[in-house]
């Protein structure tokens, strides 16, 4: 998950659980303003694993070492414990009115946690075990940057917001419908120009929620006057209720998007597994991965001997495998069943063995990529006279006809055999 939504997600626990306070308002720090901040930072701190990474010259630490020590639950009490310590250290220094060092431990974990868990529903992989185990478990639910989750986090807050001051409700309503619509016309221009295109109705459907959210539910103008006449600590008591009924509806929404996750990805996998069967495939791995940009879209994914076969998954639509018992359409090879329903896939064929694609195997960075492949697949290919050995995750899919697939290590070679360099291809 993004290091964004992180943050997104750890002030929104903080506000649904434990009361917290907006990170930005006029009020002076308080204990509920800390909360909320300690819990934000929580929930991005693992990320700060990076800054190794941008002090380094070693480019194969994003799968050596992000998402590990920093991930890890086994060292979650420990960042926990350290983290409230400083808390407490800078709000004695500041003179705030912090909470106990208990409460603070407890609300980093939580927020360490949340983000351990929402790298978890990512293809990425997180090694949570590290430093006794250095697996990358990855549940494949949400792919690594979803839009529509990081609303759900983030909308309920804003609301909080703009309904918390019935006199200011109607500007920040129509502030914050206008800043969120552009943004959705935005992602959509970025989603398109990646190979994962939103459609126009998805788009309209997304800014009339917005508009029921936010526009519908403004206060009249006898509620406005009603709260003018109230005391402050009525008001008081108003804000932190309509902050808390909103936070907690959006942190319930969060986790019903995360259930319906994993049902859809149970059914993914079901018709990754049919095909396979279907295919009389020698399976070695398979698994079924999300695509943007939204819970209907999945990637297929079968590793056998001879290489990767794919499959490209809308679940909106009918499964193919009710109706059909074999396959008769590919890219890159094809069946002869015409008789029966068309199922699409490609192939990714795993090269032929010779002596650069061995020695390149043997390499110490080449090790670790394959150690982070979970679909890998070997190409080879000469310029200029020039070996080139290239191995692909297919994990992380072509976005696009014509691009290379992320996280695509290459090894040239001169013709005696010699390494003329390594390097990911960008």
Same mark, same amino acid.
């Given at each position: 998950?993004?290091?964004?939504t992180?943050?997104?997600?750890g002030?929104?626990i903080?506000?649904?659980?434990?009361?917290?306070?907006?990170?930005f308002?006029?009020?002076?720090?308080?204990r509920?303003?800390?909360?909320?901040? *300690?819990?934000m930072?929580a929930?991005?701190?693992?990320d700060s694993?990076?800054?190794?990474?941008?002090l380094?010259?070693?480019?194969?630490?994003?799968?050596?070492?992000?998402r590990s020590?920093?991930h890890?639950?086994?060292?979650?009490p420990?960042?926990a414990?350290?983290?409230?310590?400083?808390t407490?250290?800078?709000?004695?220094?500041r003179k705030?009115?912090?909470?106990?060092f208990?409460?603070?431990?407890?609300?980093y974990?939580?927020?360490?946690?949340?983000?351990?868990l929402l790298?978890?529903?990512t293809?990425?992989?997180t090694?949570?075990?590290?430093?006794?185990?250095?697996?990358?478990?990855?549940?494949?639910?949400?792919?690594?940057?979803?839009?529509?989750f990081t609303?759900?986090?983030?909308?309920?807050?804003?609301?909080?917001?703009?309904?918390?001051?019935p006199? !200011?409700?109607?500007?920040?309503?129509?502030?914050?419908?206008?800043?969120?619509?552009?943004?959705?016309?935005?992602?959509?221009?970025i989603?398109?120009?990646?190979?994962a295109?939103?459609? *126009?109705?998805s788009?309209?459907?997304?800014?009339?929620?917005?508009?029921?959210?936010?526009?519908?539910p403004?206060p009249?103008?006898e509620?406005v006057?009603?709260?003018?006449? *109230?005391?402050l600590?009525?008001?008081?008591?108003?804000?932190?209720n309509?902050?808390?009924?909103?936070n907690?509806?959006?942190?319930?929404?969060a986790?019903?998007?995360l259930?319906?996750?994993?049902?859809?990805?149970?059914?993914?996998?079901?018709r990754? !597994? !049919?095909?396979?069967?279907?295919?009389k495939?020698d399976?070695q791995s398979?698994g079924?991965?999300?695509?943007?940009?939204?819970?209907?879209?999945?990637d297929?994914?079968?590793?056998?001997a001879r290489?990767?076969?794919?499959?490209?998954?809308d679940?909106s639509?009918?499964?193919?495998?009710?109706a059909?018992?074999?396959?008769?359409?590919?890219?890159?090879?094809?069946?002869?069943?015409?008789?029966r329903?068309?199922?699409?896939?490609?192939f990714?064929?795993e090269?032929?063995?010779?002596?650069?694609?061995?020695?390149?195997?043997?390499l110490?960075?080449?090790? !670790?990529?394959?150690?982070?492949?979970r679909f890998?697949?070997?190409r080879?290919?000469?310029?200029?006279?020039e070996p080139i050995?290239?191995?692909?995750?297919?994990?992380f899919?072509?976005?696009?006809?014509g691009?290379t697939?992320?996280?695509?290590?290459?090894?040239r070679?001169?013709? *005696?055999?010699?390494?003329?360099?390594q390097?990911?291809?960008?």
């Amino acid at each position: 998950m993004d290091t964004i939504t992180h943050g997104i997600s750890g002030a929104l626990i903080a506000k649904a659980l434990f009361n917290g306070d907006d990170l930005f308002t006029s009020r002076s720090m308080n204990r509920q303003r800390i909360v909320t901040w *300690s819990s934000m930072l929580a929930a991005i701190f693992p990320d700060s694993d990076v800054l190794r990474e941008l002090l380094s010259h070693d480019n194969l630490l994003i799968i050596s070492w992000h998402r590990s020590i920093t991930h890890s639950l086994i060292c979650l009490p420990v960042f926990a414990v350290l983290l409230a310590a400083f808390t407490r250290w800078v709000g004695r220094w500041r003179k705030w009115d912090t909470p106990s060092f208990l409460i603070l431990t407890g609300i980093y974990a939580a927020g360490i946690l949340s983000h351990i868990l929402l790298d978890l529903v990512t293809s990425f992989g997180t090694m949570v075990w590290s430093p006794l185990k250095w697996s990358r478990p990855a549940w494949d639910l949400i792919f690594i940057v979803d839009f529509t989750f990081t609303g759900i986090l983030l909308v309920p807050q804003i609301l909080a917001w703009v309904q918390e001051s019935p006199e !200011k409700a109607r500007r920040r309503a129509i502030a914050s419908f206008a800043i969120f619509a552009l943004a959705i016309f935005v992602i959509q221009r970025i989603a398109d120009a990646v190979g994962a295109p939103i459609s *126009s109705a998805s788009v309209l459907l997304f800014v009339l929620i917005l508009a029921a959210f936010l526009l519908l539910p403004l206060p009249t103008n006898e509620k406005v006057q009603q709260s003018q006449r *109230s005391d402050l600590g009525a008001q008081d008591l108003a804000r932190t209720n309509t902050r808390l009924r909103w936070n907690q509806f959006g942190l319930a929404c969060a986790c019903l998007y995360l259930a319906l996750a994993v049902i859809a990805h149970h059914s993914a996998l079901s018709r990754v !597994k !049919k095909f396979a069967a279907m295919q009389k495939l020698d399976v070695q791995s398979l698994g079924a991965l999300p695509m943007p940009p939204s819970l209907w879209r999945w990637d297929g994914l079968v590793q056998t001997a001879r290489g990767v076969y794919e499959i490209r998954m809308d679940l909106s639509q009918k499964s193919p495998f009710e109706a059909s018992s074999g396959a008769n359409s590919s890219e890159f090879s094809t069946g002869n069943q015409p008789e029966r329903a068309a199922i699409e896939y490609r192939f990714y064929p795993e090269a032929n063995p010779n002596v650069y694609i061995r020695a390149a195997k043997e390499l110490p960075e080449v090790e !670790k990529v394959l150690w982070f492949d979970r679909f890998p697949v070997t190409r080879y290919h000469e310029e200029a006279g020039e070996p080139i050995v290239e191995f692909s995750d297919m994990r992380f899919p072509r976005m696009g006809r014509g691009r290379t697939p992320s996280f695509t290590y290459r090894v040239r070679f001169d013709p *005696s055999g010699k390494v003329l360099d390594q390097a990911w291809v960008k």
